[in-house]
């Protein structure tokens, strides 16, 4: 069965970090790119960056350059996001989702991670 | 990037047909044939409906369909069904080659 397992809800203090795994079973880790996607409460879906198939390339949103570092574990399929300098701006739920190279939609999807910034 | 434009809220009753609009640029929707639709029921990951504008991944009924002109694209449910009530959001590649998703859209079935 292909799916993305996520990491647990995280509470943290403005100003820390956060790192949040997402464990692919199914499917052929390095062959998918994974996107990491979140929402805060009420509001859209907002794309943050990519981390490419193959060689794990990144891509990020203008807005996360130099906030946020990928990072992926091959020998367990678990790809990593991680979030510094936390604001309360940041609280959201977290999601990373699989594409087939050049598909360029995401097809599968972890069930979310709830990250709260607060004091 | 701004996100793409949608209406708030559409309804309709059950068996009538409602169509989303999504409305981005020409550095996304209008260059690139790759919108993509999602389904978000409350508390719940994003499905995907469309791909490619107009394509159904196995699975998603054919009472939904997609299409595009210039800058905006459309999902079209119909035949309304009480299940299709829910968020939905599009979402488009970006001439830098990131993403995009749409400001979202309630269905509401009555």
Known sequence: ?119 | QSALTQPPSVSGSPGQSVTISCTGTSSDVGSYDRVSWYQQPPGTAPKLMIYDVSYRPSGVPDRFSGSKSGNTASLTISGLQTEDESDYYCSSITSSGTYVFGTGTKVTVL
């Open chain 1, 1 to 119: 069965q292909v799916q993305l397992v996520q990491s647990g809800a995280e509470v943290k203090k403005p100003g820390a970090s956060v790192k949040v795994s997402c464990k692919a079973s199914g499917f052929t880790f390095t062959s998918y790119h994974i996107h990491w996607v979140r929402q805060a409460p009420g509001q859209g879906p907002e794309w943050m960056t990519i981390m490419m198939a193959g060689g794990g390339s990144t891509k990020y949103a203008r807005k996360f350059q130099g906030r946020v570092t990928l990072t992926r574990d091959t020998s367990t399929s678990t790809a990593y996001m991680e979030l510094s300098s936390l604001t309360s701006e940041d609280t959201a739920v977290y999601y990373c989702a699989a594409e087939r190279p050049n598909d360029h939609y995401m097809d599968v999807w972890g069930k979310g991670t709830t990250v709260t910034v607060s004091s």
